[in-house]
């Protein structure tokens, strides 16, 4: 369980050695960018730019369908709510609108059975916000697989530090993100030790009714939670015999952008910001 939670995958890909920060604002623009393309041209272009730098990175395939699968099927149920209709006649009566019907704008709605029928610009319209919605999550897997922990929380601050200059505690707000991705799975190893533990003491967690295993529950949950607080006071100790909260902070590594990286993340910035004002 905690080994599903990490999803960075180490490599020496290009994408892999890309910095961070290039990385998270690429993913903005396209984020933003994608919702802004109405076209099916548009959207392949996006997408062809996605299944690049899933190539380039070169990211397991199955892993990837195994975490989109979940809301793939949210997905899809959004899609048959979008393509079938129990009122055809009223639905043709009224029209629907064409964008980015592609092919099957003007179509109009087949009945298959009474009023129970198929709705063809329905169809390509919410197979429409699928892929965009999917482009954005696999975008963001690509930028999860390829990049560690510490890299993007030290792109985060990066990119925040410009809010210094109103006060705002960006070293703070980048330690809280960073040990919050952290005990993710830190939880997660804590919660299989307690259960395997318990399990060895004749626990029975997974047998009777649903209350009587979340009362059973209740010797898994108290030890979690303070073992977990164990590991906040180790944490905290540690944190401030390294002086933590000091008024000038560094780094051990300052990261830098080459001459190559801010060519590439100029030219994908413009892709994507034409393709989303043009397409």
Same mark, same amino acid.
């Given at each position: 369980m905690a080994a599903s939670l990490r999803i960075y995958i180490q490599g020496d890909t290009p994408i892999h050695r890309a910095d961070a920060r290039v990385k998270l604002v690429l993913l903005l623009l396209l984020s933003v960018g994608v919702f802004f393309v109405d076209t099916w041209r548009g959207l392949g272009v996006y997408s062809l730019a996605v299944a690049a730098v899933v190539v380039a990175g070169r990211m397991p395939l199955a892993r990837l369908g195994a975490l989109s699968l979940p809301l %793939?099927? #949210? #997905? *899809?149920?959004?899609? %048959?709510?979008?393509?079938?209709? =129990?009122?055809?006649? $009223? #639905? *043709?009566? $009224?029209?629907?609108?064409?964008?980015s019907a592609g092919f099957a704008e003007g179509w109009q709605p087949v009945s298959l059975a009474g009023t129970f029928? !198929?709705?063809?610009?329905?169809?390509? !319209?919410?197979?429409? /916000? &699928?892929?965009?919605? #999917?482009?954005?999550?696999?975008?963001s897997f690509a930028v $999860? =697989?390829?990049?560690?922990?510490? *890299?993007?929380?030290? &792109? +985060? &601050? $990066?990119?925040?530090?410009?809010?210094?200059?109103?006060?705002?505690p960006v070293d703070d707000v980048a330690t809280m993100l960073s040990l919050a991705v952290r005990f993710i799975p830190l939880t997660a190893e804590e919660l299989a030790l307690v259960r395997s533990a318990q399990t060895a003491r004749g626990a029975r967690l997974e047998s009777g009714s649903i209350w009587q295993?979340? +009362?059973? /529950?209740?010797?898994?949950f108290i030890p979690l939670v303070v073992r977990l607080f164990r590991r906040a006071d180790t944490l905290s100790v540690s944190m401030v015999a390294r002086c933590y909260g000091c008024a000038q902070r560094t780094s051990l590594e300052e990261p830098h952008v080459c001459l190559r990286q801010a060519v590439v993340f100029l030219a994908c910035s413009a892709l994507l910001v034409v393709v989303a004002c043009i397409l």
């Open positions: %793939v099927v #949210l #997905l *899809a149920f959004i899609w %048959v709510c979008n393509a079938f209709t =129990f009122d055809v006649g $009223s #639905l *043709a009566e $009224s029209g629907i609108g064409g964008v029928g !198929f709705v063809p610009q329905g169809c390509m !319209f919410a197979l429409f /916000y &699928a892929v965009r919605i #999917l482009l954005i999550l696999w975008a $999860s =697989f390829t990049t560690s922990v510490e *890299a993007l929380t030290g &792109a +985060f &601050a $990066s990119l925040m530090r410009p809010l210094r200059a109103i006060r705002v295993r979340l +009362f059973a /529950y209740r010797t898994v």
